[in-house]
């Protein structure tokens, strides 16, 4: 016995998960068919609700009738188990008792197995839950610009969640980066970023905050971007790192404009023309004195009807949260003589009454001499990242965090009785390099923040003698020494007397905005790599279309040297065999902004498609040529031909598919030229082939019908597959006698043909129409063709069915046993057994049929499961289990077996009702059937089988009777040994 020690009895007991000890059960071919209940503890019974007076020496079929129908395969799982004397631990579901439990099962000896249960199904339930909410989140986050995801901490980024937003991103499907199908989101982040962002998660998980970082990636067509990432660590009850959470976002177009701002007016105004921030310059009167393409998109204004207007006129602004005028940060910076940042709650109003959340800034502009001269403000459109924000704010706390804003320090500062930090923000740690816990043990550490030069700002604010109403800028020295810029918004705090107690306010840091004031200085520079290290050809022109300049790209993609060609036309360069008609620089020194698709082509005359953006490039109002920004589209191009040719044709035959038969249908009705025939033909016997054989082979057999009617049409015929196994050709200008000949040119076709390939015959079933005039549209010639095809196969069906069936039979017979004497011996003993039993002629007759080709369907089975030599896996022996129906499925397509086609179905089915396909029992299975089973596993087991060899009769007829009751009819084993041993004698 398995439990032997008193002891292990005791604690199995005890035991809160439920245990039970249990033996196989197998069928005379060693296959697991049961397994039986030797023992089980308590919480066995308490969890299923089986008493052990119940189970105990019963097979498990009986005391949960079905559990061999379930989802889940428990027989041949723990008969694994039993077999291999490996332990296994799972978790699944048990369909009789819908519950989920968490299974151990491992084996002491051979044939026999212990299992222990544990119920999950809550467990279960709350994770299925959870994946229901995360669904709904995803479909938020389906709709916000940029990705948001969820991964593993590794090296890897492994994606387990990822919004629809990483296609426009990173030009990789969602799908492609999920489990690092087919490449990881480390793949994509530049090298010199990968280990930056590593320890910038180690660092931000260490201290449970917010990271945020800006790193470069390659997209899938080799596009460097710059993008913005936020996120946070998702932790479990023991505070385990669980996932990633966060967003990512492309900020390439930002990161562009602040490195590529350049002095030179001409170069700006390239520069400012493409960038995708609308940028505005005044006077220092506030009258506008220039703009780009993009503040003329987002104000509604051209600058020829804003130049000399005052901004206001032109920018008008409110606040997006009460509706009333905003400050305009230009006027503020006039007053002031300091850049402004604008607010990004702020809403601009264009002309045309449309309404967008803008953000950016207002900066002043100087002279050669250092006078103030004007001011230029730079605003984007930052509408669907407000947006982004405020769905955001409205799903969960966890998807909340990505858009909230974290960058600032927040702070309450006590001035009495001793001061001291009361409240400092974990932005402190990423702004600061000091925790709060180390601002709430120092209370000097707001003068070691100060810098030394600008601590006397923090004294005056502290008396009170500096004003809290405007922000206070002033320099902060991190933990690590390096400086910052910090703007503070400071409120003060006063008790029920009014007396100032203490201080709470906002700091920011706007080191990046200090520097960007000096970026002006290298302008020039920044201008240089933009125009050398775009991945587009820029080239530039004068007034009479002259190149100026031109980029590396532009020298590699039309095969010209700068100095070749160099103040020569630029259609010198574009078009040297003189083959373009749509030149777009006139239409840029017309004053265009173009963006069109056209073709373009090298010095060697290869023709390049190309997207093409440009636009004029003006000086203190006067323009002095133009830009065209030029884009390889080559790629995308011919992807788009691509896609239209599988719109309309069929992907298997490679003919035309039903849509395009539909398209020329209407179109030659529209033209009327006569007259026109049209062609329906139907392949016979496909659906026997794919029933028996297997769709591969019948996709070969439909190609080949195919090529055969394609190489019988003329060049100018339409070939069409509008079904599984209908075919349409439209014949123009064909009168009908024209179209007989060609329709017993494709008879012939198929005839020589068969002639040279006998293992499958082609039959095709034609019908044609012909329309001589417009009385009558195509589509009714099509109906009358199609009529006339059915006729024709309807005539013919059965013979070709037949031909097709009796091939079948043919390679059954160099396949199987039939050769062997098999079917004789079934025969001979089944018709023996019948006479015994009574049976009538007609029965006898089926008996003798079915005895022959009873498995006619293992036609349709792989010679490597066939002929394999041992056991069946659980796959193999599901294919090699659907003979039975393929059989049947042949038998009924044949006039000469439609008879005995059920008992081809049900010669496999028990006694038991444990057989295939139906799982009927006892005398529901046909007398024919109980009689074949017998004799065919007899034959089996007495003659050599690839997976067994023959044993005597003795031994065999011992076998037939163990399975009498289960396998086979009692009754009829008793004729069925009375038989064999007359023959025998």
């Known amino acids: 016995m398995f439990l032997e020690k008193e002891g292990y009895k005791i604690m199995l007991e005890n035991l809160p998960d439920a245990f039970a000890y249990h033996q196989m059960v197998y069928d005379h071919d060693g296959n697991p068919v049961d397994y039986i209940f030797l023992e089980a503890n308590p919480a066995f019974e308490t969890m299923t609700g089986l008493t052990r007076d119940e189970i105990i020496n019963r097979k498990v079929t009986d005391v949960l009738p079905g559990i061999e129908d379930s989802s889940f395969n428990w027989i041949e799982t723990y008969a694994q188990v039993a077999a291999a004397g490996k332990s296994i631990r799972f978790e699944q579901k048990f369909d009789l008792f819908q519950r989920w439990y968490e299974i151990t099962a491992y084996s002491n000896k051979p044939g026999y197995f212990v299992t222990f249960f544990r119920d999950i199904t809550k467990r279960i339930e709350l994770e299925n839950k959870l994946r229901e909410g995360e669904r709904s989140h995803a479909l938020l986050l389906s709709n916000l610009p940029g990705m948001a995801y969820r991964c593993d901490f590794d090296r890897d980024w492994t994606m387990r969640f990822i919004s629809e937003g990483c296609y426009k991103l990173t030009g990789y499907k969602p799908e492609d980066l999920l489990e690092n199908r087919i490449i990881s989101l480390n793949d994509i982040i530049n090298p010199e970023y990968r280990e930056f962002l590593w320890h910038k998660w180690q660092e931000g998980l260490a201290s449970r905050e917010i990271i945020q970082a800006e790193y470069t990636i390659t997209t899938s067509g080799g596009e460097v971007k710059w993008v913005w990432e936020q996120g946070q660590g998702v932790y479990d009850e023991d505070g385990n790192v669980m996932a990633l959470e966060g967003f990512i976002t492309d900020i390439t177009d930002r990161k562009k404009a602040e490195e590529d701002l350049i002095k030179s007016e001409e170069s700006l105004s390239i520069t400012l023309q493409s960038i995708g921030d609308g940028v505005i310059a005044t006077d220092k009167n506030g009258l506008i004195t220039g703009m780009n393409l993009q503040a003329e998109k987002l104000t509604g204004w051209t600058f020829s009807d804003a130049e000399g207007h005052p901004l ?252 070749e060609v160099k103040g020569k036309n630029l259609s010198s360069t574009i078009d040297s065999f003189k083959r373009v008609t749509d030149y777009t620089s006139p239409r840029i020194l017309n004053g265009e902004a173009v963006e069109t698709e056209s073709v373009r082509y090298t010095k060697s005359g290869q023709a390049i498609q190309v997207l093409i953006k440009g636009g004029p490039v003006y000086v203190n109002g006067v323009m002095t040529g133009g830009y065209a920004i030029y884009s390889d589209i080559s790629d995308r191009k011919h992807a788009e031909i691509e896609l239209k040719y599988m719109s309309l044709h069929d992907k298997l035959t490679g003919v035309y598919n039903r849509a395009y038969f539909e398209e020329e249908i209407d179109r030659l009705d529209s033209r009327g030229e006569y007259p026109i025939t049209i062609m329906s033909a139907d392949i016979d016997g496909l659906k026997l082939i794919n029933d028996t054989m297997g769709h591969d082979v019948g996709d070969k057999f439909l190609k080949t019908c195919s090529k055969i009617m394609q190489e019988s049409l003329r060049g100018t015929d339409i070939l069409a597959r509008v079904g599984g196994d209908e075919f349409i050709a439209i014949l123009p200008s064909t009168d009908e006698k024209t179209g007989e000949l060609i329709v017993k040119r494709i008879q012939a076709t198929t005839a020589k043909y068969n002639k040279d390939h006998h293992e499958f015959p082609i039959s095709i079933s034609i019908g044609i129409a012909t329309a001589v005039d417009h009385t009558k549209s195509l589509k009714e010639v099509f109906k009358k063709a199609d009529d006339l095809m059915y006729n024709s196969k309807l005539h013919k069906g059965t013979s070709a069915k037949s031909h097709i069936i009796s091939i079948l039979m043919t390679t059954l017979g160099e396949r199987d046993y039939i050769i062997e004497g098999h079917g004789r011996r079934l025969s001979e003993i089944s018709n023996k057994i019948g006479i015994e039993i009574g049976l009538t002629s007609n029965q006898l007759d089926n008996l003798n049929l079915l005895a022959q080709v009873h498995d006619l369907g293992k ?127």
């Open 312 to 563: 206001m006129e032109i920018f008008h602004i409110v606040s997006a949260k009460t509706g009333k005028p905003a400050v305009n940060p230009v006027y503020t910076v006039i007053e002031t003589g300091k850049k402004e940042a604008m607010a990004n709650d702020t809403t601009l109003i264009a002309r045309d009454k449309t309404m967008r959340h803008i953000a950016d800034s207002a900066a002043p502009i100087y002279n050669k001499e250092g006078d103030f001269a004007g001011v230029v403000m730079v605003f984007s459109d930052v509408t669907e990242q407000y947006r982004a924000r405020q769905a955001i704010k409205e799903s969960e706390s966890r998807f909340r965090l990505m858009a909230e804003n974290a960058q600032d320090l927040i702070y309450r500062y006590l001035l009495f009785p001793q001061p001291h930090f009361e409240y400092v923000s974990p932005s402190s740690t990423k702004i600061l390099g000091y925790t709060p816990e180390e601002h709430y043990a120092d209370p000097d550490l707001r003068f070691k923040l100060a810098y030394p030069d600008d601590q006397y700002l923090l004294e005056l604010m502290v008396k009170g003698d500096i004003s809290l109403d405007q922000p206070l800028t002033m320099r902060w020295v991190r933990k690590d020494g390096r400086l910052i810029w910090i703007e503070q918004r400071n409120v003060a705090v006063t008790d029920e007397a009014n007396n100032f107690i203490a201080i709470e306010g906002i700091a920011r840091d706007i080191t990046e905005l200090k520097e960007a004031e000096n970026e002006i200085l290298r302008q020039k520079a920044h201008f240089e790599a933009l125009f050398t290290n775009t991945k587009d050809a820029i080239v530039y022109f004068d007034n009479d279309r002259n190149i100026l300049n031109f980029n590396v790209l532009y020298s590699r993609m039309f095969g010209y040297g700068l100095e």
């Open 859 to 985: 036609v349709g089975i792989p010679d490597h499961i066939l002929f394999k030599k041992g056991p069946l896996t659980k796959d193999e022996w599901e294919i090699m289990r659907q003979h039975a129906e393929k059989g049947y499925r042949i038998a009924v397509s044949s006039p000469d077996l439609s008879g005995i086609a059920d008992l081809i179905l049900k010669h496999h089915e028990k006694w038991d009702g444990t057989g295939y396909p139906l799982g009927i029992r006892g005398k529901e299975i046909p007398i024919e059937c109980r009689v074949i089973s017998i004799v065919d596993a007899f034959d089996a087991i007495t003659n050599d089988r690839p997976y067994s060899k023959a044993k005597s009769v003795e031994e065999s007829l011992a076998e037939i009777k163990r399975c009498a009751g289960i396998q086979f009819d009692p009754e009829l084993v008793e004729v069925f040994a009375s038989v064999i041993k007359v023959n025998e004698s």
